[in-house]
């Protein structure tokens, strides 16, 4: 049994959001437009959160 590494959590739990959400926008019912906006907003705020990071430093 292979030993669990934190490294490969720290890349499959973004991984896996990712497709679920990818999921969920691409099988919404809404205009381009909309999901264009659905797809930027976690872009901004992860963009936010590592500004916010970085500063506190």
Do not use: C, H
Request: proline share 5%.
């Amino acid at each position: 049994m292979a030993k669990f590494k934190p490294k490969l959590l720290l890349l499959l739990l973004p991984a896996t959001a990712s497709m679920g959400y990818f999921t969920l926008v691409s099988g919404s019912d809404a205009n381009i437009l909309s999901k264009e906006m659905m797809i930027m907003v976690p872009l901004q705020v992860l963009a936010f959160v590592y500004v916010w990071y970085v500063n506190r430093k």
